[in-house]
């Protein structure tokens, strides 16, 4: 039995491309590229530049994960010189997707969300950094959207519950009800690429449209267990002075007016991540920096 096929079949019944396109596919030596190659084979409105599609577990490219430094420099290269639309990177086993608009930039998770989600029924399942982002930018009514924890079992428990059609988190996972609740980087670019061709906008005229804002995130690495409860005591008696609100939706969310910051432990990795979002870069560097101190300290 074809597999592929039949995952082929079943995502094709979704294209609703509306203007020729061509994409840049970085496959990460996942089985990504093979699924693509055969739902996008015969569909004359999408054409695809391939790179890195020979299935291999020593990921011999640039490693399994597009969110590390460096991971997409080979994909915004190709967009430049092929002229591409938009490129898209798929991590080891297909679950994220990375955009990259047409200029060569990595497009943020949250101009993806957005774009997505303007032509699917709320409400939005998102995880922590990409509701206050969206708290922040003002572009979709807050009572659309729904904040749960980082993590597939919590994002989709939130969908069943509120009976969500989408998700998305920071990281570059989407979830659909379409997937049956599962994260799906090329469910994730089918929409992208229907969307995007039904608008008037290039990815980076989209990009763009947004207000400007800058986000990073940053893990520190214990070297023994962490203490979760010594950690918010640091935090909340370091920024309390300063924060208008403290959210604990995930770990610690410091609402300071202009910026935020989230602190929250992996849940599978001795870290502590900090995500920080502001409207300049310098902010973001800045909360960022004190995070790292006073995890330091403690």
Same mark, same amino acid.
């Given at each position: 039995?074809?597999?592929?096929?039949?995952?082929?079949?079943?995502?094709?019944?979704?294209? %609703? !491309? @509306? @203007?020729?396109?061509?994409? *840049?596919?970085?496959? =990460? /030596?996942? *089985?990504?590229?093979?699924?693509?190659?055969?739902?996008?084979?015969?569909?004359?409105?999408?054409?695809?530049?391939?790179?890195?599609?020979?299935? #291999?577990? %020593?990921?011999?490219?640039?490693?399994?994960?597009?969110?590390?430094?460096?991971a997409?420099?080979?994909?915004?290269?190709?967009?430049?010189? @092929?002229?591409?639309?938009?490129?898209?990177?798929?991590?080891?086993?297909? #679950?994220r997707?990375?955009?990259?608009?047409?200029?060569?930039?990595?497009?943020?998770?949250?101009?993806?969300?957005?774009?997505? =989600?303007?032509?699917?029924?709320?409400?939005? !399942?998102?995880?922590?950094?990409?509701?206050?982002?969206?708290?922040?930018?003002?572009?979709?009514?807050l009572?659309?959207?729904?904040? $749960?924890?980082?993590?597939?079992?919590?994002?989709?428990?939130?969908?069943r @519950?509120?009976?969500?059609?989408s998700?998305? +988190?920071?990281?570059?996972?989407?979830?659909? +009800?379409? $997937?049956?609740? *599962?994260?799906?980087?090329?469910?994730? =670019?089918?929409?992208v690429? /229907? %969307?995007?061709?039904? &608008?008037?906008? $290039?990815?980076?005229?989209?990009?763009?449209?947004?207000?400007?804002?800058?986000?990073?995130?940053?893990? =520190?690495?214990?070297?023994?267990?962490a203490?979760?409860?010594?950690?918010?005591?640091?935090? !909340? /008696?370091?920024?309390?002075?300063? $924060?208008?609100?403290?959210? +604990?939706?995930?770990?610690?969310?410091f609402?300071?007016?202009?910026?935020?910051?989230? !602190?929250r432990?992996?849940? /599978? +990795?001795?870290?502590?991540?900090?995500?920080?979002?502001?409207? &300049?870069?310098?902010?973001?560097?800045?909360?960022?920096?004190?995070?790292?101190?006073? *995890?330091?300290?403690?």
């Amino acid at each position: 039995m074809d597999y592929f096929k039949i995952y082929a079949d079943f995502l094709k019944k979704f294209l %609703n !491309v @509306q @203007q020729p396109l061509f994409a *840049a596919l970085d496959a =990460f /030596n996942g *089985a990504g590229g093979i699924a693509a190659k055969a739902v996008f084979a015969d569909y004359p409105l999408v054409q695809l530049a391939i790179i890195n599609d020979l299935p #291999d577990g %020593n990921f011999p490219a640039h490693g399994p994960n597009p969110l590390l430094a460096g991971a997409l420099k080979e994909l915004c290269q190709k967009v430049v010189k @092929q002229k591409a639309d938009l490129g898209v990177a798929f991590d080891a086993d297909g #679950d994220r997707a990375l955009f990259v608009d047409n200029l060569g930039r990595p497009a943020p998770a949250y101009v993806i969300a957005y774009l997505i =989600f303007k032509n699917r029924r709320p409400p939005f !399942v998102v995880d922590e950094p990409l509701f206050k982002i969206f708290q922040h930018l003002k572009v979709i009514n807050l009572k659309n959207i729904i904040s $749960t924890r980082v993590g597939y079992a919590f994002i989709q428990a939130a969908m069943r @519950q509120s009976n969500a059609a989408s998700t998305a +988190e920071y990281s570059g996972h989407y979830g659909f +009800e379409e $997937t049956f609740r *599962a994260d799906s980087a090329l469910f994730a =670019f089918i929409q992208v690429l /229907n %969307n995007l061709s039904a &608008t008037k906008q $290039t990815l980076a005229e989209f990009y763009d449209s947004l207000p400007l804002f800058a986000v990073d995130m940053e893990n =520190f690495k214990f070297k023994e267990a962490a203490d979760w409860l010594a950690i918010r005591k640091k935090f !909340v /008696n370091h920024f309390s002075s300063r $924060t208008k609100d403290i959210a +604990e939706r995930d770990g610690l969310t410091f609402e300071f007016g202009e910026s935020w910051l989230n !602190v929250r432990l992996s849940n /599978n +990795e001795p870290l502590l991540r900090f995500t920080a979002g502001a409207k &300049t870069s310098s902010v973001v560097n800045k909360l960022l920096k004190e995070s790292r101190q006073l *995890a330091a300290s403690l």
